[in-house]
Every structure is written in C-alpha cells, then in structure tokens.
C-alpha cells in the first residue's frame, strides 16, 4: 500500500514540475553575450518569477522579464 501511495505522490510530483505556468510567449532571442564569463543568473526557471513574467537568458544573466511589446516602430 505504500508503495502505491509512493508511486502516486511521484507520478503527481512528476505531471505538477511539466505544467505550463501560463505565459504563452516565449523569450526573445540574445543577439549581445557578456563579457563575464560567469554571469549572475537572478532566476532558473518561471516558478522563480513574478505572475507573467518568464525567466529568461538576457545579455548578461539569466533573469525574470516581461512580455515583450507587440508594437512596430
């Protein structure tokens, strides 16, 4: 019986770590790198930021962004 419950609690673990955290956008691409050769990362993954923000590579670092804009210029 505790084996089940186990592999339940893993199986639930497993499918809560692969859900989308609602931002449908994805992260700009990086066209500058830093010269650091261990930049600071301020976040790892989405779950680290704030509600629609992503966790993104940036220039220098990994940190939480929000959507770009939409807008032409």
Do not use: H
């Amino acid at each position: 019986m505790r084996s089940v419950a186990a592999l339940l609690l893993v199986g639930m673990l497993i499918l809560w770590a692969e859900l989308p955290t609602g931002s449908a956008w994805s992260c700009p691409p990086v066209r500058i790198i830093c010269a650091l050769a261990n930049p600071p990362n301020r976040c790892y993954s989405d779950r680290q930021c704030p509600p629609f923000k992503k966790c993104c590579t940036t220039f220098c670092g990994r940190k939480c962004i929000s959507k770009p804009s939409s807008g032409g210029v």
